[in-house]
């Protein structure tokens, strides 16, 4: 099992909250990532970084940010939820490299009312 | 524009039944393709990943085939078992991105009946 960690695992929470999912990875990675994925959909990559001090945006639009101030960690924050926010969101990571596999995190559900 | 697409979309097997499920990709450049499984409330494990030249890779009961002529791919799975139920999902990687950028099929939502 990849040593990727994200929490918190569920999560529901009321209108113009702001949160900030944690994710944290073990192995050394450079590269992290943030997905978002609906039931049934496709993951959709929404945010991504090449190391300390880097961060872009993925295809997929969201108010969401992201910081990377250390390898290990990549969270995501959400200033003030909304309904539509409501969401499965996975953490991954990977070595350089465009064969290396991305090793996923078990995902947060965010649930906003 | 890029794209995976699965087949199909659920199924329902008995346990010790084999089963093959389907990808077809539109991604060009192509670099590699992945089949992945998720279980309900997990991240993706990758099972099994093959390059331009590779025909067929095994992992156990579970063996992956790439046409890259007619960008086809399977994932056979040999005498299920219950712990096969979950999503088996389909990832494509570009080669025209320094970050090799990947594109995701939907899933084939696998069910395993004792």
């Known amino acids: 099992e990849a040593d990727i960690y994200q929490t918190p695992r569920y999560l529901v929470i009321g209108t113009g909250k702001k949160i900030t999912l944690e994710c944290s990875q073990t192995?050394?990675?450079?590269?992290m990532y943030w997905y978002q994925q609906d039931p049934g959909m496709e993951l959709h990559l929404i945010h991504y970084s090449y190391g300390v001090n880097s961060t872009e945006k993925g295809d997929l639009s969201s108010e969401s940010t992201v910081s990377r101030i250390r390898t290990e960690h990549f969270p995501l924050t959400l200033e003030s939820a909304r309904p539509s926010h409501t969401s499965q969101y996975l953490c991954?990571?990977?070595?350089?490299?465009?064969?290396?596999?991305?090793?996923f995190g078990p995902g947060t559900r965010l649930t906003v009312l | 524009k890029n794209q995976v697409e699965q087949s199909p979309q659920s199924l329902i097997i008995l346990e010790g039944k084999n089963c093959t499920l389907q990808c077809n990709y539109t991604v060009s450049p192509f670099s590699n393709l992945r089949w992945y499984k998720q279980d309900t409330g997990r991240g993706p494990v990758s099972l099994t990943i093959m390059t331009f030249s590779e025909n067929t890779k095994s992992n156990g009961r579970y063996t992956a085939t790439l046409d890259a002529d007619t960008k086809q791919s399977s994932l056979h799975i040999t005498a299920s078992q219950l712990s096969d139920s979950a999503s088996y999902i389909c990832v494509v990687s570009d080669r025209g991105s320094t970050l090799g950028r990947l594109y995701f099929g939907r899933g084939t939502q696998l069910t395993v009946w004792p």
């Open positions: 991954a990571s990977s070595e350089t490299g465009i064969y290396n596999e991305q090793f």
């Open positions: 192995m050394g990675h450079d590269k």
